[in-house]
């Protein structure tokens, strides 16, 4: 499976770039993650629960980070076995730009999965990894400025709330 996408974060690139080397913003950010202990020189150790399909399972992994290039880049290796479930292994290129916005962060992911998670089949395995990308990337957002992410709420409740307004209008409900 090859994943690339970018998304914009409201924080300078060299906030970001430590909130992705730091275990704890990790764990609060990665959908699922039960525990991330480690750091940066040695490695990280993570167990994420999650379900895929009808595969549920906790995955107990490694992850490393190298070619790290301070608020610029970095790249992510990682492997996680989930017993019975399978294994999930690959890895991922950041890289951060200044933006308007705060920080452009793009990434490039490669990986492999096998055993039951294999059977699933490339099309619910991709939406599944791209579902978690997002959630990831609201959550650092949130966790890293999370008065813009109560802003960008606030703005989409009320275009719902107008949107409600004009339907009661027309239906009178």
């Keep these: 499976m090859k994943m690339s996408d970018s998304k914009e974060i409201a924080a300078p690139p060299g906030e970001v770039y430590a909130a992705l080397l730091?275990?704890?913003v990790l764990k609060a950010c990665v959908p699922g993650a039960q525990d991330v202990t480690g750091s940066v020189d040695e490695g990280f150790e993570a167990s994420v629960t999650q379900?895929?399909?009808p595969v549920k399972a906790t995955f107990k992994g490694q992850v490393?980070?190298?070619d790290l290039i301070e608020g610029e880049k970095l790249t992510i290796t990682g492997?996680?076995?989930?017993?019975a479930a399978g294994f999930a292994k690959g890895g991922a290129v950041v890289t951060l730009a200044a933006s308007e916005i705060g920080t452009l962060l793009s990434y490039d992911v490669e990986a492999k999965v096998?055993?039951?998670l294999a059977q699933l089949g490339s099309r619910i395995i991709d939406g599944f990894a791209k579902k978690m990308a997002d959630q990831f990337f609201v959550n650092l957002q949130t966790h890293l400025a999370p008065e813009e992410q109560n802003a960008d709420d606030e703005?989409?409740?009320a275009e719902a709330g107008e949107k409600t307004g004009w339907f009661k209008k027309i239906t009178g409900n």
């Design 22 to 24: 730091n275990p704890d």
């Design 51 to 53: 379900k895929v399909g």
């Design 64 to 66: 490393t980070l190298s």
């Design 79 to 83: 492997e996680g076995k989930g017993g």
């Design 114 to 116: 096998g055993g039951k």
């Design 155 to 157: 703005e989409a409740h």
